[in-house]
């Protein structure tokens, strides 16, 4: 099994880079407009700055009321066109910002989960890393990110601005401002590796509380939940994890809460030091009043840029972090080869050899192997039953056969090669599925069976496989016939089938792909006998050109197949027909005594 290396810290520019380059992929708009936004917010500030020193200017030489309200006017009516330009824009930049979070950055994620390997997607831990990654979303998205970066530039370009101007009243208060807020970025720093030890504990508690509230609303579960009364039991544990998740939060805020006070404090300190030193200069030289509040103007603007500065810095720390995570999740590599090292097996080649050679598997965390040195041929068009007790291996054996799994050891052939040379998804396209575990789509029944878009699916055979799954009378009572809406959480109107004819719909799934190995993982074990026997009866009859695999811990389909294996403690410990190991006497043949009572009865029938 292999470790998933530890991944490098990505750096403040590598964020930038990235965002901005996929951010320009999704919406160059956003890019413009928050570009546009920078140094705005800092021109109206110096107008704001200069604004009172004219008008003492001009007093203090006694101007004409003309020239004062002139001056005035045109500095009021320019900060009042900048920020409603500003304004505009930000709302623009908004609109074009959601956009992009609903329909790109939170698709990357969904993406990346649905296309991850199988075996990268069940490993402990990705699923912390996905919580972390949408979290990610909700805080400091990828496209807010460039907006924290833009108000950190903006403030840049503000402190720079009105150091300039208190470089000609005193260069030394600009080293000592400094030195004060870069104790106040400090402190940002400290609190931000203090987050992220909590980070990880916030993402499991997430996990849970997600769990539970899709519990508390989940139709299957409904029915559990009120014949058992575990209401309190749930209401307990999702209070208790609240609890746990509020403490976090407020380990969290004290640590800001003490940030702040300590910024709070510093703004008082530096702005009684530039009274005081202000009225000192005026007392010893001869500084116009309008110079005295110019200066007095750009120490406190000086102070809140240098504020705003490290406020942004902190920003673009926390952010920093959170595309981190969003990345990390996105960087975690595939194991299984993409690229095609041989083409299918097509033609007469069809359906495929299997031949499973030593095969080990060892599931992460296990203490012992589930298959252990397992090995088997199936022929062409051969049918495979593969039985055993529960946790002998069975389902473990579908997915390394599906290539969802990747064998410790030994190697899988299908047409004589290794069923990694086909490259990961070519492979998928010579396997069907009918699984035990029913998934469906909230889409039409159309789109259950065909698994395409509506304008790519063939009608005629979609009835034909409707039809000889034995479902097609049922779908056609059905209002809204093949467009009728499955899955009650999200349609209203939805429809609902019983096991059996989810099993059918599945088997038309199945028939419609038209793979050349069929997979059935115990299918009917939700099914009576009877029903299990008649659903088999299909699947052998229209899985006659195919290799077809069985896999059930109940004996109803060996009958129908050409050989039997059972699995014990990961191992074929019996191999041959129903009648040879029936002849035999071994532990297959006991299995089927205990349960000949249910097969006989379908025998009566």
Known sequence: MKKEKAKKPYSYFS????????????????????????????????????????VLDCLERQSGATELLW????????????????????????????????????????????????????????????????????????????????????????????TAIIVRCSVWFIPALIAGYALSAAGWKLLQKFRDKLKDENSRIRLRLQYLSRSSKDFAEAKDIRVYEMQNMLLAKSARNLAQRVALLHRANTGHMLNTLFEDVLKLIVTL???????????????TLGDFALYLGAITGFSSWLSQLTDQFSNVLESTHFISDYRGFLDIPDE????????????????????????????????????????????????IAIVGDNGAGKTTLVKLLCGLLQPDSGEIRVGGRNIRDY????????????????????????????????????????????????????VHSLPQKEQSLLIKDVHEGAVAFSGGEQQRILLARALYKDAPILILDEPTAALDPIAENDLYKQ?????????????????????????????????????????????AGGMYANLFHLQSRYYEEVDAQ
Request: hydrophobic residues 45%; glycine residues 4%; proline residues 4%.
């Open 273 to 287: 030091a530039a009274y005081a030193y202000l009225i000192y200069l005026k007392v010893q030289s001869d500084m």
């Open 539 to 583: 699947y052998s009859a229209f899985a006659a050109k195919k290799t077809s695999i069985y896999i059930s811990h109940r004996l109803s389909s060996t009958r129908f197949c050409d050989r039997v294996v059972l699995l014990k403690d990961g191992r074929a410990a019996e191999v041959g027909t129903h009648e040879e190991l029936m002849r």
């Open 71 to 162: 001056k005035v006017g045109v500095m009021s009516a320019a900060v009042v066109l900048i920020r409603i330009v500003q304004n505009s824009l930000e709302g623009y930049r908004d609109y074009f910002h959601n956009l992009s979070a609903d329909r790109f950055w939170r698709m990357k994620i969904l993406e990346k989960t649905m296309d991850m390997d199988y075996t990268v997607f069940v490993r402990k831990g990705t699923r912390s890393h996905r919580e972390k990654a949408m979290e990610s979303l909700m805080q400091n998205g990828p496209a807010v990110y460039i907006y924290i970066n833009a108000l950190l530039f903006s403030a840049l370009f503000g402190f720079s601005a009105f």
């Open 336 to 383: 299984q080869p993409r690229k095609a090292q041989a083409p299918l097996p097509a033609g007469s080649r069809l359906p495929p050899q299997i031949e499973l050679d030593h095969v080990c598997f060892t599931y992460e965390g296990a203490d012992a192997p589930i298959l252990r040195d397992f090995s088997l041929t199936i022929r062409p068009g051969e049918r």
């Open 423 to 474: 490259g990961r998804d070519a492979y998928f396209s010579l396997i069907a599925c009918v699984l035990q575990s029913v998934q469906f789509l909230p889409a039409t029944v159309a789109k259950n069976i065909a698994l395409l878009p509506e304008d790519q699916i063939d009608y005629t055979r979609l009835e034909d496989c409707m039809r000889k799954a034995n479902i097609a009378q049922k």
């Open 15 to 54: 964020n930038l880079r990235f965002i901005l380059h996929e951010q320009w992929k999704c919406s160059k708009v956003y890019l413009f407009l928050t570009a546009a936004t920078i140094p705005l917010q800092s021109v109206s500030a110096l107008i704001a700055a200069f604004l009172p020193k004219v």
